[in-house]
């Protein structure tokens, strides 16, 4: 069983910062594409970036691209989303997911693509 948990949320400031992270159990982390997805209230699940298990291949959704990056360290078993400039519509609850094996014909956005989900970190973004 593979657990994935989130940390790094919090209350922050249109224009702000935050870091967030994922530690993932398990021996073969490197192995596996990783995402990053949201959720704001009453809204559905939404994609927000991508990252393969080649550290080079990321994907990211148009509207947090140029403000968001995302990284994985895999001797720590972590993926990392930096989110800068951050906007009011950033606010939701941000969710680590790790690709299902075979999964490659999926598009990075899509949910199914995905075999395991965090319990989330709430990420408030203040007017």
């Known amino acids: 069983q593979v657990q994935l948990v989130e940390s790094g949320g919090g209350l922050v400031q249109t224009g702000g910062s935050l870091r967030l992270s994922c530690v993932a159990s398990g021996r073969t982390f490197s192995s596996y594409a990783m995402a990053w997805f949201r959720q704001a209230p009453g809204k559905e699940r939404e994609f927000v970036a991508f990252?393969?298990?080649?550290?080079?291949?990321?994907n990211y959704a148009d509207s947090v691209k140029g403000r968001f990056t995302i990284s994985r360290d895999n001797a720590k078993n972590t993926v990392y989303l930096q989110m800068n400039s951050l906007k009011p519509e950033d606010t939701a609850v941000y969710y680590c997911?790790?690709?299902?094996?075979?999964?490659?014909?999926?598009?990075?956005?899509?949910?199914?693509?995905?075999?395991?989900w965090g319990q989330g970190t709430q990420v408030t973004v203040s007017s």
């Open positions: 990252i393969d298990w080649s550290p080079s291949s990321t």
């Open positions: 997911a790790r690709g299902a094996s075979g999964s490659y014909y999926f598009p990075p956005s899509a949910l199914k693509k995905y075999d395991y």
